[in-house]
């Protein structure tokens, strides 16, 4: 399975996710990641240039920020958090982040992303979850932890993207016990995937990401087990993966494929699918 992934990632991935699974699963440095994620570093401490393949053109934008605190934190390299917590601080100061900035009104994006400057829970709990994964400790992170608990406790109507983000940061917050009980309420919510492309609904691993998640409570054993069948079954015949929303410019096909080919192969081996 890896050995099929690595061909498909060396003849379609861009040289972040080719660093990356080198990291990964061939014994490759992390700070040759670490390179590959600053060459989209605006000087302003934000990302930019396509570094999440859904929102093109230069300016700095909370969903690159996002894709770059994940992939320090797939590393282990925290100390490079402090450029987006820099960033974060003067673009967003009360701690709630936008989907996306007007900044990028002249440039191409997908059409479901917005970029209104206003802030939300969707981004905000997925940025504090990467951070609080990175073990930092900063105001601006305080601040969106604070907005985080309050959206998410008064949480009745939501979508599979937003209750992801919801769970990815119950599983980081340092509150154990306040998550525990947040997650217990949560999973009798029912996301809606009202304007969703046929099949892009998100499976019991998007929530359950690692065997530790307290999301993984939402599911039985028999339904996990039957998901992680599928997502082995999910390599296809050039060893890459598929994801499960339209490309929105042919380019992003491939960039997709490859970040999903190189998710599957670490959820699979958090589950201890693969070694």
Not at 70 to 76: L, N, S
Request: with cysteine.
């Amino acid at each position: 399975m890896i050995e099929r992934a690595r061909d498909f990632i060396w003849h379609n991935a861009r040289t972040l996710e080719q660093r990356l699974f080198e990291h990964a699963f061939d014994g490759g440095g992390a700070e040759a990641v670490v390179r590959a994620v600053l060459a989209y570093r605006n000087d302003d401490g934000g990302y930019g240039y396509a570094l999440e393949p859904d929102h093109r053109g230069p300016t700095s934008q909370p969903l690159h920020a996002l894709r770059a605190l994940q992939v320090f934190g797939e590393v282990g390299a925290p100390e490079h958090a402090t450029s987006v917590l820099t960033w974060l601080n003067a673009t967003c100061p009360d701690g709630s982040v936008p989907f996306g900035l007007s900044t990028s009104k002249d440039h191409p994006k997908a059409p479901w992303i917005t970029a209104d400057d206003q802030g939300g829970l969707l981004l905000t709990s997925q940025i504090a979850a990467a951070l609080h994964a990175l073990g930092i400790s900063d105001p601006w992170l305080d601040r969106a932890t604070d907005y985080c608990w309050r959206e998410i406790e008064q949480l009745e109507a939501t979508h599979p993207y937003e209750l992801r983000g919801a769970a990815m940061f119950l599983d980081e917050v340092p509150d154990r016990a306040r998550a525990e009980l947040v997650a217990e309420k949560l999973r009798h919510l029912e996301p809606s995937t009202e304007g969703y492309a046929e099949g892009e609904a998100l499976p019991p691993h998007e929530f359950a990401r690692k065997p530790t998640s307290l999301a993984r409570a939402w599911f039985t054993g028999e339904q996990l087990e039957n998901d992680l069948d599928e997502l082995e079954r999910g390599q296809q015949e050039d060893g890459g993966w598929n994801f499960n929303f339209p490309a929105f410019t042919p380019i992003t096909h491939f960039e997709w494929r490859s970040i999903a080919t190189i998710d599957a192969l670490l959820t699979l081996r958090r589950y201890g699918r693969i070694s």
